[in-house]
């Protein structure tokens, strides 16, 4: 049983059934982006994570679905699931506006991974270990980050 404080995201699952577990629907615009090195706050901040943004063949009249930003780098985090999927309430029907930008998702991105929300929780258990356990969770995250994620670009060149 979860903890009162954490609730499992509504917005990711519902949009999967809808469309299924294709990476962009049919019509829709796919961008990959180059890996994401701007965490700035430990587990994350050792390496660059890829992504990539999905919008709807109607964008902007309407969100994307599914999820618009999926990570491709494997990342241990209590709102990204194991498919890369991230709970975005900023990309659902109650919260899109037709004018909201890529820059807004992405900022929304980086500040989710940076400062996981115990309401945008896609794995339980990974939360639950990151408020009981806050030290084991941060080792895990680290050791994950060094497995998986691209080495950070040096700021200098």
């Not at 949009?15 to 587990?43: E, F, H, K």
Request: glycine residues 6%.
């Amino acid at each position: 049983m979860l903890a009162p404080s954490i609730k499992v995201c509504p917005i990711i699952k519902p949009c999967l059934l809808r469309r299924g577990s294709q990476a962009t629907p049919p019509g829709g615009v796919g961008l990959r982006c180059p890996p994401i090195p701007r965490q700035n706050n430990p587990p994350y901040n050792t390496g660059a994570f890829r992504f990539e943004l999905t919008f709807s063949p109607n964008h902007p009249l309407e969100p994307p679905c599914p999820p618009c930003a999926t990570l491709r780098t494997p990342i241990y985090h209590p709102s990204v699931d194991l498919g890369g999927h991230v709970c975005q309430p900023l990309t659902t029907h109650g919260h899109w506006e037709p004018t909201t930008r890529a820059i807004q998702v992405l900022q929304d991105l980086l500040l989710q991974l940076d400062s996981p929300d115990p309401q945008r929780v896609l794995r339980p258990n990974v939360a639950r270990e990151l408020q009981e356990r806050p030290e084991e969770f941060r080792r895990r995250a680290e050791e994950h980050t060094r497995l998986h994620a691209e080495p950070r670009p040096d700021p200098r060149t």
